[in-house]
């Protein structure tokens, strides 16, 4: 049964001992971080400080740092078993008589399951503030690092409208905060937000855009607004999904738009289509502090939240930290749907150190000439991974979770002016090397087996193996020698 809120999430975490609670006084400016950062380099658990300086509202960090922590957060035994029930629907056929029909049942319970539901109120609407009676200074929003612009709100689902078809988009965007009243909107120019704020602008019908933030839900919920879903298929939709339940939606008290009705946190406010200010320094999960630029500004005009709310956050920094949990089931689960576009592809991996966007390692069964480069530009080509900087694709026989043996094979299979290709086009905001800002180049490398057909006539070798025959030998004489 899908949670019903974060607190119910917060129960499975103290349950299965994934959490631990702080009773005493933390403060938000730095060392919330230090602890977050110590606890998920060192495995430890999820933490929920009680008492944050200068706030009464608890702080919820590092709920999702763990593959373990993932797979309660999506109530799976493994983040690959949502892959296997998109699988399943990827391949579903129409059904031959009843047992066909029987068997399709559960698979159609899973899509209907994914439509939000629109309800007339909810635990977000306990408590109502309109302007002049709250701060967002009262919510212990994290100062994260020492160079930041400010404290940063990391975890919010930012809910916008397409003005041209009407519909709702959620993405996670970092909000710095500025006063009581106001944050940034890291709208990254790739973005969905951005998008929808250049469509208004071009409509030309207003100078103001609606926008709501919802802090907190069930860990599916939240988890479904990082993810890089195709511009018009809608985050609830993928939650509903995740969740095996619908998503309950209410009304904001201030826009028509829409938001979690299990939210913890909900500020409704506004853009001004024609306002920037600086945002920035922030300290990323590039582990660099990305510099300081231009940013659209959210105004907020009203707070609803919950009877004793819960505020969820997480930090980012030098790698391994949360985001990378919760990039490594993104990895998982969506494999196949790559596969869809990419059915040669057999495995991928995005090391830690890679930051998701600097490094992906790729396996594909290759059956023609340049093969490894068809799938460079396919992966280059989709979605979110056209930032992807390095790409670097082995034969199906190397196991791309073991970043040893792709070293190993890579660096073996490789003869760098001929296997190394370089490509210019969108890279991540975030990246710091790049020559200009949102462009730069990005390198492909085909490490896979070369052929003769691909201009490769010498000899390739096998690699060193021992029979199975003697290690089976060698088993027995290896107990014998009480090794």
Sequence with gaps: MAYD???GFVRALEKAGELKRIPF???????ITEFADRSVKQNGPALLFEKPTG???PVLINAFASMKRMEL???VDSVEDIAGRIAELIAMQKPEGLLGKLKMLPKLADLAAAFPKTVSSGPCKDVILKEGQFSLKDIPVLHCWPQ???PYITLPMVFTRNPENGKQNCGCYRMQVYDGQTTGMHWQTHKQGAEHMRRNQKAGTKKRM??????GADPATMYSAILPLPPDLYEMMIAGFLRGKPVEMVKCEMSDIEVPANSEIVLEGYVELDELRTEGPFGDHTGFYSLEDEYPVFHVTCVTHRKDPIYATTIVGPPPM??????????RIFLPLMKLTCPEVRDIAMPAEGIFHNLILVSIRKSYPGHARKVMHAIWGLGQAMFSKCIVVVDEDVDVQNFSEVAWKALNNIDPQRDIEFVMGPVDSLDHASRLANYGSKMGVDATKKWPTEGFTRPWPDVITMP???????DAMWKRAGL
């Design 322 to 331: 949360e985001d990378f949990y919760m990039g490594k089931a993104i990895e």
């Design 210 to 215: 609606d926008v709501a933030v919802a802090i």
């Design 73 to 75: 957060a999506l109530e």
């Design 468 to 474: 199975d025959d003697i290690k089976q030998k060698v």
């Design 55 to 57: 706030s009464k509202i």
């Design 148 to 150: 930041d612009g400010g």
């Design 25 to 31: 006084e933390v403060n938000p400016y730095l060392e």
């Design 5 to 7: 809120d974060l607190r």
